[in-house]
């Protein structure tokens, strides 16, 4: 176990639908992060949180909202999503942002399809 | 921007074999330079880190070297083993906003 837990694991919901992915590590690390792995293409950083204040927006579209109440805790909330938004949906968390030696923990990750 | 690139996209050798993964990267000002795993469906965990300064960096059988002058990295697997089937990540630093590349898939057959 890496000590980073993701639920739910998989989720299907429809375009109107909203949902919430949750992401909770119990490490103390400081920083949260949410990617996005679609089929063929390299991860992608979609949020970056640092001690519960997000620091890295990557051109991500409004109906993904991310948030995070502790730095154990971060979501990301769902709604009128696309279908090409199906993906694997990875958390991640590190004990900081800058650090020469710090290595990110990944989370299971959920498997969201959208219909 | 940084790209990251590896090469075989996918590789199939007989148990026991030597192999090298290959990692490319265009922007050599990186803090450091990782190598994760990734079995089906699931998260990644990572294997090794090679700081900037470094040139390599060492666990079990992995091995995994760093040239940053040329914008390269290899890991290396002694002696592969049915349980090394995975796919495997290069992703250069820092923490905050690590770049990755698309992932060798690795088999290794009995």
């Known amino acids: 176990e890496t000590g980073v837990t993701q639920t739910p694991r998989h989720l299907v919901m429809g375009m109107t639908n909203k949902k919430s992915l949750k992401c909770e590590q119990h490490l103390g690390h400081n920083a949260m992060y949410w990617y996005k792995q679609s089929a063929k293409k390299p991860l992608e950083l979609m949020f970056v949180y640092s001690l519960e204040e997000r620091v890295e927006n990557n051109s991500v579209p409004s109906r993904f909202s991310p948030e995070c109440p502790n730095s154990s805790h971060l979501f990301l909330h769902l709604h009128t999503l696309q279908p090409e938004d199906s993906a694997l949906y990875l958390c991640?968390?590190?004990?900081?942002?800058?650090?020469?030696?710090?290595?990110?923990?990944f989370g299971p990750g959920t498997r969201l399809t959208v219909l | 921007k940084q790209e990251v690139t590896q090469i075989p996209a996918a590789l199939s050798v007989p148990e026991g074999e030597n192999l090298v993964l290959n990692c490319s990267f265009t922007d050599s000002a990186i803090y450091n330079l990782q190598w994760f795993r990734q079995d089906p469906g699931k998260g990644l965990t990572s294997l090794l880190l090679i700081q900037s300064s470094q040139r390599e960096q060492t666990s079990g059988r992995l091995n995994a070297s760093l040239d940053k002058s040329s914008g390269r990295s290899t890991l290396y697997i002694a002696a592969s083993q049915p349980g090394d089937s995975a796919t495997y990540l290069c992703?250069?630093?820092?923490?905050?906003?690590?770049?990755f590349g698309t992932g060798t898939r690795l088999q290794v057959t009995l």
């Open positions: 991640a968390s590190s004990r900081s942002l800058a650090g020469f030696t710090d290595t990110q923990y």
């Open positions: 992703a250069v630093g820092p923490a905050s906003k690590l770049t």
